[in-house]
Nanobody, 127 residues
């Protein structure tokens, strides 16, 4: 069974950058689409970005478009989320997730679509 472990979170000042990593164990990235999600206290989990199985398609939520980039390195079994120009409202726990049933050129940012989840990494944006 695929296991996902996020890393790279932490405390950053407004305007700062972070790169989150999602390492896969117990399987390979191949045949999975991936998504990044976040959940702030008292709020529902929301999709930030996703990338298709072959990496040809990416989607971003409007609130972070232009500030984040998702990528995957199947050779390293790792998916990344580069985040720039961070704002206090970006403070949340960030999760990566894998979708085993996605078509190779598609991805969705729907929580219900994903089969495997990591435990999350905390991102705090504060001065």
């Amino acid at each position: 069974q695929l296991q996902l472990v996020e890393s790279g979170g932490g405390l950053v000042q407004p305007g700062g950058s972070l790169r989150l990593s999602c390492a896969a164990a117990g399987g390979t990235l191949e045949s999975h689409a991936f998504g990044w999600f976040r959940q702030a206290p008292g709020k529902e989990r929301e999709g930030i970005s996703c990338i298709s199985v072959i990496g040809s398609t990416t989607h971003y939520t409007d609130s972070m478009k232009g500030r984040v980039t998702i990528s995957r390195d199947d050779a390293k079994n790792t998916v990344y989320l580069e985040m720039n120009a961070l704002k206090p409202e970006d403070t949340a726990i960030y999760y990566c997730a894998a979708d085993y049933t996605a078509a190779h050129t598609m991805c969705l940012m729907s929580v219900q679509k994903y089969d495997y989840w990591g435990r999350g990494t905390q991102v705090t944006v504060s001065s």
